[in-house]
Structure formats: C-alpha cells, structure tokens
C-alpha cells in the first residue's frame, strides 16, 4: 500500500484490503466490537431497495453498480468505483423520467442540469429537492471528469443509499408503460 491503496498483485487478490481492518462495527446491545467485512457491506446496501415505481431498467442499473460492493472488503477503491456508477444511475433514473411522463417539459438540451431545471420548473422537486438533485449531478460530473484521484471509501455506502431513495422518490407515475416494467 506505497501509493494508499492496495496494489493488487496474484498473490494477494483474495487478501483483504489492509483499510478493510480498520473498519469496525459497535453492538449497541453488548458494546462489544467487531470487524466488517464484505457481507455486511452487501447487507448494508441490498437493504436499500428502489420502489417497485422505478423502470426495471434503472433497478437493474443500479443493482449492477452496486453488486461490487463487497468485494471492496478485498479492493477498498472499488467503492469510488461503485458511487461512482450510482452517480450515473441517477442521471440515468431521471433521463427516463422524461421518457415516461409526458407532461414534463422537454428541455432544449438533454442534459441531467436541463432535466433538472425542468423539474424544478416544473414543481415536481421543490427547493429542497432541487438542491439535494443538484448536488448529485455536481458529484456525478466531478466523478466523471476528476481532476484528481478519488477516493470514496465506505463512505460509498451513503451516498448509495441516499441516490436510492432519491431515484425512488422521483415523480413517477403508478401505471408505468410496459417498457419501463420489463428488462430490456
């Protein structure tokens, strides 16, 4: 870990990454503590789950971003890479908002800030909405086009489950078009 982050080599692909170790959970029952590791990540985010209102489509987006969750316990920098594909998701969860409801303004550009401003036009965010979307596509656009080396860590974990309650509570229509139920 010379450059702070494991470089992953065949003999140690299957070691745990040295951060994981410093990752500990408290028991509030007993006080006891104890060390995390893949399956508790796993379980931290398959908790988290996209309303049944969001297009099949997104929901299989955003469970292959995070499918690669645990293995971070091995490889700590695959979170950076998991937000950032959640990142995405969200980008991808509102562009088909626009393809499914109707009575949405079409903004000149199809861009995730034209979507946006066009909800927040629109009424279906308020201003609180507004902000919190707006934050995720600042982060969206600077996962995207770094200037540096990112480094989410578990703090990954949040911010997936965050993005997923937002994508959820997207204005979505009850009777979503066939399309948008089934896996494309």
Known sequence: MNRGFKIVTPENWLDP?????????????????QPV???DWIAYVNAVQLSEQVPRKVRDAYDFAIGAVGYGYFYY?????????????????????????????KPRKRTFEARLAALGTAGYLGDVGFTRWDAIRRLRNSAT?????????????????????MISELPL???????YREAT
């Open 173 to 179: 229509p009850t009777d979503l078009p066939p399309e």
């Open 37 to 39: 590791d893949g399956r």
């Open 77 to 105: 920098p695959l979170f950076t890479l998991v937000v950032q594909q959640v990142l995405r998701v969200a980008d991808f969860a509102v562009a088909c908002l626009f393809g499914i409801r109707l009575d949405l303004p």
């Open 17 to 33: 990454d040295p951060l994981s170790g410093l990752i500990v959970k408290l028991d509030r029952r007993d006080g006891s503590v």
């Open 145 to 165: 086009h770094p200037e540096w080396q990112q480094t989410w860590g578990h703090s990954a974990l949040d911010q997936v489950r965050i993005i997923g309650q």
